[in-house]
């Protein structure tokens, strides 16, 4: 069936320092989605990525969409504290979502 | 806009007792409600998928019996956990969505059965 891996499951850097969450699926997808948890709290939709190739930019944060529509990265330029939670990625394969493990990352100040 | 509300926030309940989540679409109709289960530092796990109306679709290992879903409206979509456990303690967390494709997560509620 359907799988969605996501590396790194854990992620430490020293604020400032770029951060990147990698997602690969086994087949090909309809589309991507990031989605961030703080601790404590519950999933919040980030972005949704469509189209092959596509790179879509949220401040620092830079979303992309492989050209064969099976991988997907976030990257975080410059880290900052209020960047802390886990970031899933969700796929549709389709018919239904499904979410990578997560990477949990944490910063130093 | 997107709003998805979820109630209780946490409930403490004795083992053997019978637990109601309440998940509600606030501000939009949800054709399709989701039912994850989460575990501390672990990923979202998805329990059941459930359509205004019909029965719901419950995931390979997931109880029907034991987790009981209904979906009632668009807006509003219920899990009752029958006769809690301690290995049913967990963080469950609801979504909407209006398309089957973006979803909107209610903030959860944390179960602890003694």
């Known amino acids: 069936g359907q799988q969605v891996m996501q590396i790194p499951q854990y992620q430490h850097v020293q604020e400032g320092e770029d951060f990147t969450t990698y997602c690969n699926s086994s087949?090909?997808?309809?589309?991507i989605q990031w989605y961030k948890q703080r601790p404590g709290g519950h999933p919040v939709f980030l972005i949704q990525l469509v189209k092959s190739g596509e790179v879509k930019k949220q401040k620092r944060l830079t979303f992309q969409f492989g050209e064969a529509k099976k991988n997907s990265s976030l990257h975080i330029t410059a880290t900052q504290t209020t960047d802390v939670g886990t970031y899933f990625c969700?796929?549709?394969?389709?018919?239904?979502?499904?979410f990578g493990a997560g990477t949990r990352l944490t910063v130093k100040p | 806009g997107a709003v998805v509300s979820q109630h209780p926030s946490w409930v403490i309940c004795k083992s053997g007792t019978s637990v109601k989540i309440e998940c509600r679409s606030l501000?939009?109709?949800?054709?399709?409600m989701f039912w994850y289960r989460q575990f501390p530092k672990q990923s979202l796990m998805l329990m059941a998928t459930s359509n205004e109306g019909s029965k719901a679709t419950y995931e390979q290992g997931v109880e029907k019996d034991k987790f009981l879903i209904n979906h009632a409206s668009l807006t509003l979509s219920t899990l009752t956990v029958t006769s809690a456990h301690p290995e049913d303690s967990s963080f469950y967390i609801c979504?909407?969505?209006?398309?089957?494709?973006?979803?909107?997560f209610g903030p959860g509620t944390r179960l602890l059965v003694l």
């Open positions: 501000d939009f109709q949800a054709t399709t």
């Open positions: 087949t090909t997808l309809s589309n």
């Open positions: 969700a796929a549709v394969p389709p018919p239904d979502m499904r």
């Open positions: 979504s909407a969505s209006q398309t089957r494709d973006v979803q909107y």
